[in-house]
Each structure stands twice: as C-alpha cells, then as structure tokens.
C-alpha cells in the first residue's frame, strides 16, 4: 500500500519541479482555476497560511502598525506619477478598459502593488510632525500577468501583505526597514523554520523606485534560491511625487520618507521545497494546521473510538489535534498524513488502551515512539519542539553544505556549471560584470549580506577592485 501511494508521487531528485507539483496537488493544498496561471488555494493550503499570516499579523501590530484597506483599481494617471515605479511594473500589469458594456474614459489598473494609491492617502492626512510615524499595513490580493507561473511560487493572483510607512527622517525610514526585515526573518526561521540570508540588493534587483532594498533568502531542496521577503526605505521619490510633505517643528516644509515591506503566499512554495521529501510534505510545528493526527486503530472495537475522541480532547488544550474516524484502513491514513506532512501522528488501538499508551510517529524522522499516558502530553510538547528545531538546524546543514566560493570567472563558472547553490564572490559593483555573469551563468545576485566580510579584494568578473561580497544563484 505504501509503496503505490508514494508512487504518485514523482522522486524529488528524478524531476524537482514535477515533484513540487505532485505534492502541491496531491497534499490538497491547491488546484487549478480556468484562469491561466491561477491557483485556487484549498482549505488546507489556506489553513497553513492563515497560521502563518497570524504570526506575522500580530508581529506587525506588536511594532505599532495599523491595518488598512485600499481599493483594487489605479487609475493609469495615479500610476504614472512615478516613473521608475510604473517602468519596472509596466510589464506585468493588467489593465481593466471596461465597465459594463462602456469603453473607460481612463483605463484602471489592478493593483499590483499599492505604493501609489498609500502616496494618495497620505498626501490627504499628513500635514505636520505630529501626524508622523504613519505605519499602515494591508493584506490583500495583488495580480502580476507572469509569463510562466507555478502555484503559490509565481501566480497571476497572490495574497500578501504590503506595509507603507511615512516617517520625519531618513534614519526613521531606514530604521523600519531594518526592524521589518528582521520580523520576516523571525517568522521564516522561528516559524517556518528556513534559514535565511540577510542582505542588501543591488541597484540593479532592487524594488523598482526604491532608494535600497533589504531582503531575505532562502535556499531550496534543488540548491536554487528563492527570495522569501523584501523592506525597501523608498527615500522621498514617491512623497514628490505625490506632494506628501510635512510641516517641521520649526514651521519648515519637509517631504517624509517611505518604506514598503511584503510577505506573500509564495513562502509556502519555499516551506515545500526545503523541508519536503519523497513522501510529500514535511510542515514545521508552530505553521501545521494539524500538529497531533490521531488515527484509532482496529475502531469498530468497542470504547476505541470513544476513547480516541477524549484524547483529542485533552491534547487539544497543548497542540492543534485532529483524528480520523473515517472508515479507510490505518496503511491508507498513515500515507495520507505523511503526504500531508502533520509532524506527529498517534495510534491507538484496543491493546495500546490496555496498556495505557498510545504510540507517536514523526513526520520528519519516521520513528515511532511508544508513550504511556502519564507522559503523553509532556512527550508530545517535547516532540514537537524537536522536530521544529531539527528541520531549522536540517536546513542550515543543507544550506551550508551548498555553499561555494569562487576568486575568479573560471571558477565561478565552473561552480555553476557543476553544482547547485550559493556562491560568494566579491563583486566591483558594475552592473556590467553583474549582466555578464547572469549571461554566462544564469545566476543573479541574491544578496550583499550584513554581517560577512570580504573574502578577497577583486571582482570575481573583471578583476578590478571589489566593493562587495555578493551571493550569487540561479532562482525562482
């Protein structure tokens, strides 16, 4: 039974991406809509992100933010006043030409960000010092016409939120646009447990208007990274462009500074892809809709099934317990949880209820673990605690173990073209050399981190003095 289960699921190093697709479809988290390139996400898929959406929702409030909502449609005008901005999403936009049976005197765009239409609002509301810090936030839908699209990775539609801030000073912005960043990498590496890369990207990558993006990494099964969070100070281009000024507290004129930070729906692909495996997904504790799946064992037995519901309803008060007391065999509710990824499974059957045990099955390692009942709900806590902390240390293993560095072009080349994963290389801060090396290799920036020093003193390309050090990779 196990082995047909599995084998509807493709070998993740036979074809990763048919892997990823199988597991998406087959774990319930998604299916297909009429609409090309749009996922309509399952109450499983939804459930997993609304945990996830919590975490970082009450982070978001805990830094004094405010949620609000702002309308789907731009109108084109709106969006052309700031030019960087529209270039940048230009291509990616889809425009709405009419309504009804009635050609638009304007076209209106659906949204794919809203830097434009915060620009607007806070012109309206923002008229002295002592309307500063503005920190709003909104979690909404964006749509992006993608050319090439895989669920939650890059879809047409995808939920976020966007946070828009306004502040007196520079350093203000710049100060929650790290503080930001730091509350994406707590929730991927506390929560979802994927270790992440922080760093700054370059003028060429950065977010299209910002005056510099921050963003955070994360590296795939397949050895291909993935950008999992960005916080861009965006300086005071869009406040003139928009006509956001204050007055000072001495009665001086001034435009505000901005930022912007999102977190989308595209962090479950990357949950998928590190922790997954080829029986399907593997879900970190703190983000597992159901973290305890109690599977009753020979339940027609009389006082089985009876006693299986009071265990939920005891654990419930220590973890998010479901059971299933479906009619299906125990071999087919093993698979369907373990494609499922739930981190603890417990079985319990007529002699388990003579004994006074139950028996506990991880996710991430396979062992089964028997636990009298006087040790249950301390045993589950401390299972479930390990298994969040052993996927973050599995993953930074994973992470280290493909992670190169490279001292000039032929290595760096020959790197890529023989491996999967992160190089550091030093890099003189030309786009020229950055093109060159996408061209060559089809790799991309990823990051300069924080808090890593030089490994040499010349560019990787061209030799001439470098400036930064520079993860590269080929990305989704």
Not at 328 to 338: D, I, L, Q, R
Request: charged share 30%; with cysteine; hydrophobic share 35%.
């Amino acid at each position: 039974m196990g082995k047909e289960f599995v084998k509807e699921i493709t070998a993740m190093d036979e074809d990763f991406a048919q892997w990823y697709t199988d597991v998406v479809k087959k774990a319930d988290l998604v299916d297909y809509s009429s609409v090309r390139g749009s996922m309509i996400i399952r109450p499983y898929g939804y459930a997993l992100w609304e945990n996830i959406k919590a975490e970082l929702d009450n982070r978001i409030k805990k830094t004094g933010h405010e949620n609000v909502y702002m309308p789907l449609f731009i109108p084109e005008s709106l969006l052309q006043k700031e030019k960087d901005h529209i270039e940048g999403f230009a291509p990616e936009v889809a425009w709405v030409t009419h309504g009804g049976d009635e050609e638009l005197a304007e076209r209106l765009c659906v949204r794919p960000t809203s830097e434009v239409l915060f620009g607007e609002h806070y012109k309206n509301i923002i008229h002295s010092y002592r309307d500063l810090p503005k920190l709003y936030n909104q979690w909404a839908n964006v749509v992006r016409w993608e050319k090439t699209t895989r669920p939650f990775l890059r879809t047409l539609e995808f939920l976020w939120q966007e946070g828009h801030t306004c502040h007196a000073t520079d350093e203000e912005a710049h100060e929650e646009t790290v503080q930001m960043l730091e509350v994406y990498a707590e929730v991927c590496e506390n929560i979802l447990a994927i270790p992440v890369l922080k760093g700054k990207k370059t003028e060429k990558e950065k977010f299209a208007g910002a005056k510099y993006t921050y963003t955070i990494e994360s590296l795939m099964h397949d050895g291909k990274a993935l950008q999992s969070g960005t916080s861009h100070h965006l300086g005071d281009g869009f406040a003139k462009a928009f006509g956001i000024q204050f007055t000072d507290k001495d009665g001086k004129l001034r435009h505000v500074q901005q930022t912007s930070w999102g977190f989308t729906t595209r962090i479950i692909g990357a949950m998928i892809m590190v922790h997954g495996d080829d029986r399907g997904l593997v879900i970190p504790p703190k983000a597992a809709p159901t973290q305890v799946m109690i599977v009753p064992i020979a339940q027609h037995k009389e006082g089985v099934l009876d006693y299986a519901y009071q265990l939920k309803e005891t654990l419930s008060n220590i973890a998010r317990v479901g059971i299933d007391a479906s009619d299906k065999k125990p071999g087919w509710k093993f698979n369907e949880y373990e494609m499922k990824g739930v981190p603890l499974r417990l079985e319990v059957g007529p002699k388990d209820i003579e004994k006074g045990q139950v028996i506990l099955a991880r996710r991430d390692t396979g062992e089964k673990i028997i636990v009298s009942n006087e040790n249950l709900e301390a045993s589950i806590q401390e299972m479930l605690t390990d298994i969040q902390t052993s996927l973050f240390e599995k993953a930074k293993q994973h992470r280290e173990n493909k992670t190169y560095e490279a001292y000039n072009y032929e290595e760096l080349k020959q790197t890529f073209k023989e491996k999967t994963g992160f190089v550091k290389a030093m890099w003189c801060g030309d786009q020229a050399c950055e093109d060159q090396i996408k061209e060559d290799t089809s790799a991309t920036s990823r990051c300069m981190p924080f808090a890593e020093d030089a490994i040499s003193s010349e560019c990787v390309c061209c030799g001439k003095e470098a400036n930064s050090l520079v993860y590269w990779a080929k990305a989704y």
